[in-house]
Every structure is written in C-alpha cells, then in structure tokens.
C-alpha cells in the first residue's frame, strides 16, 4: 500500500469528503443499503480518516496511516494499526466487512480478500466500494491528467475482475451494482 502519500497527505485525503460532499454522501448512502447493520464486531479495513465507519456505525477499523488513524480516532472509531493483507484479526472473529475505496491501493488485493474472508463469521458480509477503471476521474489520470496525488498510487478493476476475486476467495456474490462509476459489491462468506 503506498502508505507514504496517505502520511504525507492525511488532511487532503480527509479535505476531499467536504470539497466533495454530495458525491461522499450518495456513496455512503449506497453502502448504507448494502452493508448489514452494523454490531460491535463490524470492522472497516482501510478505515482512513473514519469518514465512512462514522456514518455507518462501524464501531473498529484497520489503518495503516498513523496521521488517518489518528484522524479516525478523533471520530470515535477504535483503530487498529494493521493492512487488509495480514488483519491483526482472529479467525471467525467479524460479522462483516466494509472495504471503500481502498481495493485499489492493497499491495496483494486477492490476499487482502482472503482475509476477509478468513475474518468473517460463516454467512460474514464483505462489502467492497471502488471508483471502477472506467470512470472519467480515474480515465484522466490515466491519460495523463496531472494532480491525483493519490490515484497515481492505485491499481484500478471493473467490477468483473473485483467479482472474480471475491468469487476466487471462496464469496458468493449476493449483489453487484454500478453507479456514476463507483461500483459496490457485496460477498457472503458460506454457512
């Protein structure tokens, strides 16, 4: 994960949700719909400044940037220091698990779904938000389009391939959907 450029650049990360509050809000309203009510043992990997855990009621998140962590904190949100590819979580341990926005910048994408995976209680929800491959934003980047700080650190899927590793990780795929180019899919872990 490029963890410098979230360190570095921690409050404009954080400063992006209110300069783009109305785009923030409907992707959370999204992941609200998908996302099991959350319990004490919801946990959101990649939690950042705990701009989605907050409104969603998720109670713990999994950071690796001390300055978003500490950020997350702040909200009330229990961080744990930890990467989606290694969760200091037991196994069975979580109801379900949120990933938003973050799929794109794990080192080993299919390792950190394999820990939701193993992190999950059987019939466990995996909720993964993303801006897909194809959006305008990430298509400028792309193409050269200068100043995404923190996009020119991601590797970015359609929903496809975000499905297939889901499906690869042992999930069946209850729901997918595309919206104004920010994908959410949910995956249920088998009884």
Known sequence: MPQEV???EAQAYDDWYAVHRVVYLAECERIR???PQPDARTVEVGVGSGRFAVPLGIPIGIEPSVALGQMARR???EVIRGVGES???????????????????FDDPARAVAEAWRVLV?????VV?????GAPLIQAYLHGETGHRF????RFFIAEEAEALLRDAGFSIRSAESEHDFCVI??????
């Open 6 to 8: 979230f360190e570095r």
């Open 33 to 35: 719909k998908a996302l």
């Open 75 to 77: 909200r009330g949100i």
């Open 87 to 105: 969760l200091p979580l037991k196994s069975h341990s979580c109801s379900s698990v949120l990933m938003v926005t973050v799929i794109c910048f």
């Open 122 to 126: 059987p019939g466990g929800v995996l």
């Open 129 to 133: 938000g993303f801006l897909e491959r």
């Open 151 to 154: 996009l020119s650190h991601g």
């Open 186 to 191: 949910v995956g249920e872990k088998s009884a």
